[in-house]
């Protein structure tokens, strides 16, 4: 496992100051092109889920956009269905939306009516947590349709940010902690 985990963290890279002044961007394409590091993000996630839920768990939902990369590997891998949480206009059919605040502004997510029935319990996956807010709009929008909403994770969560704060009471989860 450990060895998985470097491998990982080795395939993340840090940019200075993009995309504005001061910030540290924590690049994962590195990893989506090598097969091996995909492969053990994708098993290490696995392994966290079936050690800490030993419940079924019906489905993997995935934020927009990044989260679509790394929710139905990790989805096939346990066996179990994959959701899509999407930006605005994005989805057909009848939805049902939340907005959230940005930094500058509002965004909203929407997810279909039917992706998932009253008590179902799902886990929601992102690539990266910062300030936590459209993962706990994601939790809003998966509660509101009243499902279970076990856990969230990401690859990588940025600490400084707090956004795990944002996310509880619902158990949170990375794979790579940076400040």
Not at 29 to 56: C, G, M, R, V, Y
């Amino acid at each position: 496992m450990e060895s998985q985990l470097q491998l990982v963290a080795g395939r993340v890279r840090s940019f200075p100051d993009f995309p504005k002044p001061g910030i540290l961007f924590r690049d994962i394409t590195p990893l989506l092109k090598d097969p091996d590091a995909f492969k053990a993000s994708i098993e290490l996630l696995a392994h966290h889920l079936k050690e800490n839920h030993k419940t079924k768990i019906d489905y993997i939902a995935g934020l927009d956009a990044r989260g679509f990369l790394f929710g139905p590997s990790l989805a096939q891998k346990l066996g179990i269905g994959f959701v899509l949480i999407r930006k605005q206009g994005k989805l057909p059919g009848p939805t049902v939306s939340t907005t959230y605040s940005l930094e500058y502004g509002q965004a909203e997510l929407e997810i279909q009516k039917d992706a998932v029935e009253p008590g179902q319990k799902v886990v929601i996956v992102d690539d990266l947590l910062a300030t936590g807010g459209t993962m706990e709009a994601a939790c809003k929008l998966l509660q509101s349709l009243k499902a279970e909403v076990l856990e969230c994770l990401t690859l990588v969560e940025l600490t400084s940010l707090k956004g795990r704060e944002k996310v509880a009471p619902v158990p949170f989860f990375s794979l790579l902690q940076y400040n």
